[in-house]
Each structure stands twice: as structure tokens, then as C-alpha cells.
């Protein structure tokens, strides 16, 4: 297995823009999340999925960013305008029970 | 808040030496695991510790989880310069996992 398939690796985006991560998670795995890492707050957890519904979505910074599972194989992360505060690496990670998580590579995100 | 506190911030150890890092935690947990991040990249799961359990061992680490103190510890002994990287204790909440600020570990050789 590749492991949990992040991609782009890098974007830079004009403040306004759409920006779409995608996560691919690791074939088995049940659990799906999304975190973003900044040096002020470390590691946040956005939301999570389980058996691609949405469980908790408490972590989501607010209404410009929403986050997609239609299948058991692909995640998507929007944010919609975006803004220079949502600079950060967006990692995705997934999980079969509780036996750890796989991290992907992440994707540094930089608004300009 | 759930998140979990570690200590210290940052270590700077001698190659061989050990290397111990402390994590708490505020409400009960379902099992507390340790990641590894190198610079720039990705978390690497090390090792995890149920809430029935006491001590755990992988390798050159050690796990010990103390529930009636709500602490764990992370020991890695005979440290190596490739241990250089930055280390997060992760408490399980239900099917969420949250995670400490880090200790930062350097080891010089």
C-alpha cells in the first residue's frame, strides 16, 4: 500500500481563491480526518469520518471550509474564499479501529 | 479543552544518552499514542497504549501510561542523531484522537 495519498504537496493560492485538498486514505481503513498544523496551534482536528459520514465537524474553522468522503477512497478539503489566516499544512490521516493512524505527506497551503 | 500538555518544550541530548518526555491529560481516554515528526514532514505513528495498560515496549522506546495520573512518558534510550525530530503524545477521546504541543528533540552526535 502507498499509504494515505495527499495531494497537492504544495499550493499558493491569491486570497479569494478556491482552494481544494484531497486526501486518498489507506484501502481498509474505516476513519478518515483532517488536521491543520501552525506553529501558534499546533495540531487542530477539523473533522473526522466514519464509514465516509461526516461525525464530528466541531474543529472546522468556520463556514468557508467544508469537507467531502462520497466514497471510501477519496476525501476532499475546501476552502471557499480563502484567506492569508489559513496558511498552514493540512495533513489527512486514516485508521482502522483504534490501531494508530497513517498520516499522509501533507499539503502546505500559503494565501497571498 | 482536551488537548494534552508535554514537557519539556524542547531537549537537546548527547548521542547515547536517554531521552524522556511527559505528556498529560485531563479527561479519560480510550488509549494515548506517541507520533514522531521530522521537519517538513508527515506524523509517524510509534506506539500505542490502551487505558489498561501500564507499560508498553518497541524497540529502543518505552511507553508508560499512569490513568490515576493522568501522565504518560515517552523514554527512548541510546538515542541516535536520526531521533532528531519533534515528538506528540495523542490522547483518544471516542474515535478522535487529539494531540499535545510537542517536545521538541534535538541529539547532537
Known amino acids: 500500500d502507498a499509504g494515505v495519498i495527499q495531494s497537492p504537496r504544495h499550493e499558493v493560492t491569491e486570497m479569494g481563491q478556491e482552494v481544494t485538498l484531497r486526501c486518498k486514505p489507506i484501502s481498509g481503513h474505516n476513519s478518515l480526518f483532517w488536521y491543520r498544523q501552525t506553529m501558534m496551534r499546533g495540531l487542530e482536528l477539523l473533522i473526522y469520518f466514519n464509514n465516509n459520514v461526516p461525525i464530528d465537524d466541531s474543529g472546522m474553522p468556520e463556514d468557508r471550509f467544508s469537507a467531502k468522503m462520497p466514497n471510501a477512497s477519496f476525501s476532499t478539503l475546501k476552502i471557499q474564499p480563502s484567506e492569508p489566516r489559513d496558511s498552514a499544512v493540512y495533513f489527512c490521516?486514516?485508521?482502522?479501529?483504534?490501531?494508530?493512524?497513517?498520516f499522509g505527506s501533507g499539503t502546505r497551503l500559503t494565501v497571498v | 479543552s482536551q488537548q494534552g500538555e508535554e514537557d519539556p518544550q524542547a531537549l537537546s541530548i548527547q548521542e547515547g544518552e536517554n531521552a524522556t518526555m511527559n505528556c498529560s491529560y485531563k479527561?479519560?481516554?480510550?488509549?494515548l499514542q506517541w507520533y514522531r515528526q521530522n521537519s517538513g514532514r508527515g506524523l509517524v505513528h510509534l506506539i500505542l497504549?490502551?487505558?489498561?495498560?501500564r507499560e508498553k515496549h518497541s524497540g529502543r522506546l518505552r511507553v508508560t501510561l499512569d490513568t490515576s495520573k493522568k501522565s504518560s512518558s515517552l523514554l527512548i534510550t541510546a538515542s541516535r542523531a536520526a531521533d532528531t525530530a519533534s515528538y506528540f503524545c495523542?490522547?483518544?477521546?471516542?474515535?478522535?484522537?487529539?494531540f499535545g504541543a510537542g517536545t521538541i528533540l534535538r541529539v547532537k552526535s
Open positions: 490521516a486514516s485508521s482502522l479501529a483504534s490501531y494508530g493512524y497513517t
Open positions: 495523542a490522547m483518544e477521546y471516542g474515535n478522535k484522537l487529539v
Open positions: 497504549i490502551r487505558s489498561n495498560e
Open positions: 479527561t479519560s481516554i480510550n488509549n
